[in-house]
């Protein structure tokens, strides 16, 4: 009978009804999107780290990977030693430079990396072959259009140019053998993948035996925090870092996101809550007569509040509903405009929809809404019945 | 009186706050009804005919002085233990019907009933033997604005007749009635009190009060007549 009375009153009003929902489903979509942006780029970024299986990160000491243009010297000789400690499985040394493609109408400029074709995690080979020939190099889709090269194809590529004389350096001809996807990178980015041995051969004395960073696989059995402590204790010029430590480094610098999803979804659930309290407490101003009138004909005070918390989680779980499905709508069309953003690697989300999360987030939108009956419709049960009817009675 | 009372009204006095003076609505009356009895409580505006009512109904507590119903001193009960009483033991009829706009007629028939957890099946008979009692039971799925004011008032009385009360308490039942359908609602009432209810109505309506087997005349507070009045056979 409860049920039934409370989905009669909200139906007595139902444009209002309908109106107070949409407010509370805006209301849950913002506070979704929120959850959702606090929690999509740690996740996707934690799941971009973890994609290829690497655990740890290997940089010039005091640096973080490709923070600065530090290189880590004597590469092999570290390599031997980070594969001796125990639980290392795989080391793949990376280093990065910028390569310039000559012989077109303009010089095309790309981000290359050096690597080991037998370990490497820095791409997904689409088509071709893996760069294992000293002459060989693998280039995104984005670096082969400017470039208006295909598989195949020689292409003439600098390592270093001086802009003064307006001369490259570290010249060689290469050609295309294959077409790949770099995981760290955006598909708008023009990058190629070379054998690290031809990377630091185009770059002269300065490069030899120096990389980047190591990228390092360590057994499942094997917790990586102490791979990592055992990495820098047994080559100190470096900083290892873990996976883990990694996407913490991420959280502090991400943390203006969570500090902005946390404000406004607070204000969401505010917002919800107030807005389930005035439809409710309206309501309740109105049928103060019919709730004297229930409370003396004996329905108790317990069941009067049932009654109206009823309407407002009614009201709430089905703003909630609603919620759900805009704030996932506005979540994919807002992350679809943010991850045009330069640079940012493809597999980064920002909102990312986690149902725990999600649920957890709309479990407080509705008992924000229960929280938000109880007041208006204790205190209606609770005014004298005598007083209430004699007063409606004159209104 | 011979037989214990049903309703027994010992010096109730009633104060309200008002202005930061006290408003004396009832001022030590003490009044006894017995069981089958048929009792209107006259008296112009303001005299606490309805405050009175409303001590006898358990909606209201005395200042001081007691009020038992059927040997329960309701005018010490707690809040829920009074709901819980008027539930159960009173029926009460308003001057504005008071029926739930939302509800039909069977469902506000049904609602006291729901309340004392009556299965659905038997208040659902129940609803509609009585709307059948006060001429209602092709009306059963209309809601109240579908209802014309003395049909609202008949469902408001089935409705109070609901859990089977010892007492039916009328305020003003034909306040908002013409003269036609108070009529109607004043022979419901004599005809319940044939079938044996206790009834006690507050009115202004002479023709309701001569209904009645009895009449209270009270004035500022205070019982000031008490007379049976000669029945017809």
């Known amino acids: ?395 | 009186m011979t037989a214990t009372p049903l309703l027994s009204v010992r010096d109730a006095e009633r104060d309200y706050p008002h202005s930061g003076e006290p408003v004396h609505a009832v001022r030590g009356v003490s009044l006894e009804i017995a069981r089958g009895e048929y009792i209107a409580i006259v008296g112009p505006s303001g005299c606490g005919k309805s405050t009175l009512l409303n001590l006898l109904g358990a909606i209201d507590r005395p200042t001081s002085g007691t009020v038992t119903i059927a040997g329960t001193a309701v005018s010490g009960l707690p809040d829920r233990e009074a709901t819980r009483f008027r539930l159960e033991n009173i029926g009460f009829v308003f001057q504005r019907f008071y029926l739930l706009p939302v509800l039909t007629a069977r469902e506000n028939v049904e609602l006291p009933m729901a309340e004392a957890k009556i299965a659905a099946a038997e208040r659902r008979s129940r609803a509609l033997e009585l709307l059948g009692y006060v001429g209602l039971a092709e009306r059963e799925d209309h809601r109240p604005s579908e209802l014309s004011g003395g049909e609202q008032q008949r469902v408001a009385i089935a409705r109070a007749l609901a859990n089977r009360p010892a007492v039916l308490l009328a305020d003003e039942p034909t306040g908002e009635l013409d003269a036609r359908t108070g009529a109607d609602v004043i022979a419901l009432f004599d005809r319940l009190n044939r079938d044996g209810m206790t009834i006690v109505v507050v009115t202004h309506d002479e023709k309701l009060a001569g209904a009645a087997r009895r009449v209270v005349h009270m004035l500022d507070g205070r019982v000031v007549r008490d007379e049976p009045l000669l029945r017809r056979a």
């Open chain 1, 1 to 395: 009978m409860r049920l039934h009375l409370a989905a009669l009153s909200l139906k007595r009003h139902a444009s209002r009804t309908l109106l107070a929902m949409l407010g509370v489903a805006v209301s849950a979509a913002m506070l979704l999107d929120m959850v959702m942006l606090a929690t999509g780029m740690r996740e996707s970024f934690a799941s971009l780290l973890s994609s290829n299986g690497f655990t740890i990160r290997v940089s010039p000491r005091g640096t973080l990977p490709f923070d600065s243009e530090a290189t880590i010297g004597q590469a092999d000789a570290a390599a031997l030693a980070m594969r001796a400690v125990p639980g290392v499985t795989d080391v793949a040394p990376v280093l990065g430079t910028t390569i310039h493609v000559l012989g077109r109408p303009e010089p095309v400029t790309a981000f290359a990396l050096g690597i080991d074709p037998a370990v490497q995690g820095d791409y997904q080979l689409l088509e071709g072959r893996d760069p294992t020939a000293a002459d060989a190099v693998v280039a995104s889709d984005a670096l082969l259009r400017a470039a208006a090269a295909r598989i195949g194809d020689t292409l003439d590529i600098a390592v270093g140019f001086d802009p003064q004389l307006r001369t490259y350096s570290g010249r060689r001809r290469l050609v295309v053998s294959g077409r790949a996807r770099f995981t760290y990178l955006s598909a708008d980015d023009r990058a190629a993948a070379l054998s690290l041995g031809t990377v630091q051969a185009m770059g002269g004395g300065d490069r030899a035996d120096r990389v980047s960073l190591f990228m390092v696989r360590t057994a499942p059995n094997v917790d990586p925090e102490l791979a990592r402590a055992a990495i820098e204790r047994a080559v100190p010029r470096v900083t290892a870092l873990s996976t883990a430590g990694a996407i913490a480094e991420a959280e502090k610098r991400l943390s203006y996101f969570r500090q902005l999803a946390f404000i406004l979804g607070a204000v969401s659930l505010v917002v919800g809550f107030l807005l389930v309290t005035t439809i409710v407490t309206v309501s309740v101003n109105e049928r103060i007569g019919e709730i004297a009138i229930m409370r003396a004909i004996g329905v108790s005070r317990a069941h009067v509040v049932q009654q109206i918390v009823i309407e407002g989680i009614a009201l709430s779980l089905a703003g909630a509903a609603a919620g759900l499905v805009l704030g996932v709508f506005t979540a994919h069309y807002l992350n679809s405009i943010l991850r045009g953003f330069p640079g940012l690697p493809d597999a980064i989300d920002f909102f990312l929809l986690q149902p725990p999360s999600a649920l957890r987030a709309l479990g407080l939108l509705v008992a924000s809404g229960i929280a938000a009956g109880i007041y208006p419709s204790w205190r209606a049960a609770s005014l004298p019945i005598s007083t209430t009817l004699r007063e409606e009675a004159v209104g």
